[in-house]
């Protein structure tokens, strides 16, 4: 880890990982190494009895991948594709038996 802060009786690790080439992507590989790493520290600091919450982090000066960031590709859905929100919203709104426009 590069950076440890300690703060209000918790404990943040810092990853940091730097790139020179342009366009490139911190990709699920780095962030599960780092996952990987906090889970042998955490393991290490039960083991030592320590009580203190503590959370890991990642700092790029890059984009990372939409895998690594946790969001899912976009796409649209089965139940939405074609449709607008607000058209979705009217159907549904017009199907109900009671409602009041």
């Known amino acids: 880890m590069d950076v440890v802060v300690r703060q209000n009786g918790a404990i943040l690790y ?3 990982k730097f790139h020179n080439a342009a366009g490139f992507k911190t990709d699920l590989k780095t962030v599960l190494y780092v996952k990987a790493r906090l889970d042998d520290i955490r393991a290490a600091r039960k083991n030592a009895g320590a009580q203190e919450p503590m959370r ?3 700092v790029t000066n890059t984009k990372f991948t939409s895998v690594a ?4 590709p976009a796409r ?3 139940f939405s594709a074609g449709r607008s ?3 979705r919203r009217s159907t549904t709104a017009s ?3 009671d ?3």
């Open 14 to 16: 810092v990853e940091a």
């Open 56 to 58: 890991g982090m990642v």
């Open 69 to 72: 960031a946790g969001t899912p």
């Open 76 to 78: 649209e859905s089965r």
């Open 85 to 87: 929100r607000k058209a």
């Open 95 to 97: 199907t109900r038996p």
């Open 99 to 101: 409602s009041t426009r």
